[in-house]
C-alpha cells in the first residue's frame, strides 16, 4: 500500500510511517514544506533500513498516494484539506486527529461538527470517505521497537475503507475493532483526553486501552 501521511514530520506522523515502512508499506511523508518532508524521510529511513519513505508537500504526497493519513493538529485542518480535496477525491483518509487545548479550562476541544474526522469529511466532501483511527496509538509507543499493547479502535461509514484500515492497524500488530459510524470519532478523540490527562498524572508516556469481554 502507498500511503500519505500529511503532516508526517510530527511524531505521531512519523512514527506510523515507521511501523508501515517496516511492516513493507510504502510510505510518503507530507509536509506543508517538501524540504521539511524530505528531511523526515531521510531520518526515519536511516532507522527502517530497505523501507521505501520519501517526502513531498502535502498535496503532492495526497496525489501520489492510495491511502492519505491526516497527522495534523485540529487547529491545522480548514488551513490544509481545501487544499488537498482534488487531490484526496475517490480515496480513503485516516484522521488520527485529537482536538486537544493545552492550557485551557477542557483538555479535549471538538469542533462544532462532533469530532476532528467529522470536520475532516465534511471539508473534503463525500467523495473522501473518512476513517478515524489510531488516536490512542502514541507517538511515543510507535517510535518505540516492541510490540504495541493496546488495540486499535476504528469507526467510519464505509466498509471497505474500515477495512484498508483494519489491514493498517494488523500490519503494525494491532488487534482492531471496528466501532461503527463516524459519528463515533468523537468518543473515540475524547478518550485520547483521558489517556492524555493519565499520562501527565502517573509519569508515563504509553497509556492505552484494552477492551474486555469480546
Ligand atoms: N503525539 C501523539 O502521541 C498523538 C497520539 C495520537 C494522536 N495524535 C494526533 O495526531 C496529530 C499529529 O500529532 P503530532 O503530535 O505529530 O502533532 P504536531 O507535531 O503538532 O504536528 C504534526 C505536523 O503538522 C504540521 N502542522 C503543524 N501545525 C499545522 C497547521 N496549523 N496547519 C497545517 N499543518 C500543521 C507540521 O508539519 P509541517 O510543518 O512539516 O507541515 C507538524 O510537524 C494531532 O492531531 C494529534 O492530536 C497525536
Redesign the pocket.
Known amino acids: 500500500m502507498r500511503i500519505a501521511i500529511l503532516?508526517?514530520?510530527?511524531?505521531?506522523?512519523?512514527g506510523l510511517a515507521l511501523r508501515w515502512a517496516l511492516a513493507g508499506h510504502e510510505v510518503i511523508i507530507?509536509?506543508?514544506?517538501a524540504e521539511?518532508?524530505r528531511a523526515?524521510a531521510a531520518e526515519l529511513s536511516a532507522r527502517a533500513k530497505g523501507a521505501t519513505i520519501s517526502g513531498r508537500a502535502?498535496r503532492e504526497a495526497a496525489e501520489a498516494s492510495q491511502v492519505v493519513v491526516?497527522?495534523?493538529?485540529?487547529?491545522?485542518l480548514a488551513?490544509?484539506l481545501p487544499g488537498v480535496k482534488d487531490a484526496c477525491r475517490g480515496k480513503t483518509v485516516v484522521s488520527?486527529?485529537?482536538?486537544?487545548t493545552f492550557g485551557g479550562p477542557r483538555l479535549h476541544t471538538p469542533p462544532p461538527a462532533g469530532s476532528?474526522a467529522e470536520e475532516a469529511q465534511t471539508l473534503l466532501g463525500p467523495e473522501v470517505k473518512v476513517v478515524a483511527a489510531?488516536?490512542?496509538?502514541?507517538?511515543?509507543e510507535l517510535a518505540s521497537e516492541h510490540p504495541i499493547d493496546c488495540d486499535l479502535l476504528i469507526c467510519g461509514e464505509d466498509a471497505a475503507g474500515k477495512a484498508t484500515v483494519a489491514d493498517l492497524g494488523k500490519s503494525m500488530g494491532l488487534r482492531v475493532l471496528d466501532v461503527g459510524p463516524l459519528s463515533n470519532a468523537g468518543p473515540i478523540e475524547g478518550i485520547?483526553a483521558v489517556l492524555a490527562t493519565l499520562n501527565r498524572r502517573y509519569k508515563i508516556k504509553n497509556s492505552g486501552i484494552k477492551i474486555t469481554g469480546l
Open positions: 503532516g508526517g514530520t510530527g511524531p505521531e506522523g512519523a507530507g509536509s506543508r514544506q521539511r518532508a523526515t502535502n491526516l497527522a495534523l493538529p485540529a487547529a491545522g488551513a490544509t488520527t486527529v485529537v482536538p486537544l476532528a489510531f488516536h490512542h496509538i502514541a507517538a511515543h485520547t
